[in-house]
């Protein structure tokens, strides 16, 4: 099984940037798809971004971030990484990575932990 862990949330200003990760360990071959998700308080949990561990490392934003955040990932290191510049209040929300594996038929879910992002106006 993989397991998820993100990092990198804190407290920043509006305008400034943050990066996040999320390292995977167990058995990271089995990895598909890494998504960035956000939950606010009071709001559905939502996507951020997402990338296809394999076949060209594929990407997808939500409108929102497009220009401001970017997905990234770095293989050797199973860390995948996003990136968020000019960064608003809007933005605060605990960022959770998941991760869509399959090994063989069985296709499975993770989910991180979560981090905390405050942007201050």
């Known amino acids: 099984q993989v397991q998820v862990v993100e990092s990198g949330g804190g407290l920043v200003q509006a305008g400034g940037s943050l990066r996040l990760s999320c390292a995977a360990s167990?058995?990271?071959?089995?990895?598909?798809?890494v998504g960035w998700y956000r939950q606010a308080p009071g709001n559905q949990r939502e996507l951020v971004a997402e990338?296809?561990?394999?076949?060209?490392?594929?990407?997808n934003y939500a409108d929102s971030v497009k220009g401001r955040f970017t997905i990234s990932r770095d293989n050797a290191k199973n860390t995948v990484y996003l990136q968020m510049n000019s960064l608003k209040p809007e933005d605060t929300a605990v960022y959770y990575c998941?991760?869509?594996?399959?090994?063989?038929?069985?296709?499975?879910?993770?989910w991180g932990q979560g981090t905390q992002v405050t942007v201050s106006s």
């Open positions: 998941k991760a869509e594996c399959s090994r063989w038929v069985h296709t499975y879910v993770v």
């Open positions: 990338i296809r561990i394999t076949k060209g490392g594929t990407t």
């Open positions: 167990g058995n990271p071959f089995d990895i598909n798809t």
